[in-house]
């Protein structure tokens, strides 16, 4: 579960960010952290979920460091013993933001879950710090962590249970489930049934899927605002009518209905409280647009 606001702070932004996989994205991608962090002023602490020598750690400890932050550390964790430090929950308090980079989303919350360190970077949140997940490990920020699985989508779009699992993650945020499985390709479309799924299994949820390059963030308002090259995939489960996922098997199709689903351009917002999608000023609307598909 998320960490309470302490009185006197306000929840710090939580970003979501798809695959980095152009130099000009990455650009967009670490100027808005950068951005929210705290510019020039800003104490980055960066959380590997591969090894601490990946080259996106160095590419991003890098950008920042060029970007003239205040300074830049890596959280090395190897195994669980380490994460009950307290040397290392006096650096995630110091940090005004913290980035867990892209790798092994599973790993890392196996090493980290229910540990100091994993709730320090809750209270962190909890008292304005931004949290920041990339790629794949963005997952490991929900309450609901979806984790890849090597069953592809039928081209139907024919839903199954056996579509995704979940894992419990750090519980930054308990309403969104994000899904970048590598497996499902980059494309959003690729990933509806899959967040159909999971709304599926839990209508509390809200699924977002990024298109490479492109971000979500959600600030203390409960608004998530989409920012980068491409669009988010929102789906809904707020006003499902009817599921009968709890009575197929694994591989067997099941049926779901009233779901709301929505795909949402840069500057485009989504209040997580209303479920209401909002768009930007008409001078501000880019290509991408907003799209809201049929209910399921």
């Known amino acids: 579960m998320p960490a309470p606001v ?16 152009e130099p000009l994205g990455f650009e967009r991608m ?11 002023g800003a104490r980055i602490l960066i959380a590997p979920t591969a090894a601490p020598d990946d080259p996106l750690v160095e590419r991003c400890r890098r950008w920042l460091l060029d970007a003239e932050v ?63 997940g990339v790629g794949r490990s963005a997952s490991v920020l929900s309450q609901h962590m979806i984790l890849p699985t090597h069953v592809a989508p039928a081209p139907e ?30 494309h959003l479309r690729t990933h509806l049934p899959r967040l159909l799924v999971a709304v599926a299994h839990n ?29 988010a ?25 009233g779901v709301e689903i929505h795909t949402l351009g840069s500057g485009y917002t989504y209040n997580l409280d209303l479920h209401q999608a909002k768009s930007p000023p008409a001078s501000e609307i880019p290509q991408a647009g907003y799209e809201k598909f049929s209910s399921f």
Not at 6 to 21: K, V
Not at 83 to 102: C, N, Q, W, Y
Not at 157 to 186: H, K, M, W, Y
């Open 70 to 132: 205040e300074s830049v550390d890596v959280l090395s964790i190897a195994d669980r013993r380490m994460a009950f430090a307290s040397e290392l929950i006096t650096r995630i308090e110091s940090a005004t933001g913290v980035m867990i980079t892209d790798g092994n989303p599973l790993r890392f919350v196996g090493v980290l879950g229910g540990t100091p360190v994993a709730q320090a970077i809750r209270r962190a949140n909890a008292r304005g710090r931004v949290v920041c």
């Open 30 to 40: 670490m100027q808005s952290f950068w951005d929210e962090a705290g510019g020039y």
């Open 233 to 257: 995939l929102i789906v809904d489960g707020w006003q499902m009518e009817e599921t009968t996922l709890y009575a197929a098997a694994a591989n067997q199709p099941f049926r779901v209905s």
């Open 6 to 21: 302490p009185p006197g702070f306000t929840r710090g932004p939580i970003i979501f960010m798809g695959p980095l996989t």
């Open 203 to 231: 209508p509390f949820l809200i699924g977002v899927a990024l298109d490479p390059n492109t971000g979500a963030v959600i600030y203390a308002n409960s608004e998530l605002e989409v920012f980068g090259a491409g669009a």
């Open 157 to 186: 779009i024919q839903l199954t249970p056996s579509l995704i699992r979940f894992a419990p993650g750090l519980g930054i945020v308990n309403r969104v489930a994000f899904d970048c499985d590598e497996e499902a390709g980059t």
